[in-house]
């Protein structure tokens, strides 16, 4: 990618978790990126394509960088450990109500994917550790089984709409998910 089309969708990075990006304009962007809004439009045609192509880059280094975890780790205890910590990390610093609800209602499109991509990954990451661990750390039961309940999972709870109904935070929700993934839910 251009270095210029590098710095525009960092400041989209930067700017999104903060204002969502409704909200956000063209000239707050030019500014953050450093530059005019007349170069920032000989780079991109619209905001629009400056989301679609900073969700791009973003599930781009989250895919690679869920690969690179899952085969390079001894265990799938390892695996899920370093995964949990990096999604907590990412939710913590990117991933806010205000932004999901703009994504989920002003950019359905952009959202739909983000959600399929969620969905691919959590049958990836279930099925690739089981494969990993070849069963032996695992309760006795069918990873596609697994897969669909954290996929089904990360779909029903991780939305705006869950979490504004019930007065929650995106890092509490992803906190939770995740405490019952890794521990179940029973004492």
Known sequence: MFPIKDRI??????????????????????????????TVYRYFRSKDEIIEA???KLLHQ????????VEETETPEEALTKLLNAFLNISHKYITYQLMEDM??????????????????????VTSMYKKGEGKEFRDINPLITAEVVKASIQ???NPDFILRNNLTSEEVIKQLLSIFKNGFLK
Do not use: C, Q
């Open 9 to 38: 969708i960092d400041a989209l990075f930067r700017l999104a978790p903060k204002k969502g990006i409704y909200h956000l304009s063209m000239d707050e962007l030019a500014a953050e990126a450093g530059m005019s809004k007349r």
């Open 104 to 125: 989920s209602s002003r950019y359905p499109h952009i959202w739909r994917k983000i959600d399929e991509f969620r969905a691919k990954n959590a049958v990836l990451i």
């Open 54 to 56: 900073t969700v791009e």
């Open 62 to 69: 989250v895919s690679t960088y869920v690969i690179k975890t």
């Open 156 to 158: 029903a709870i991780l």
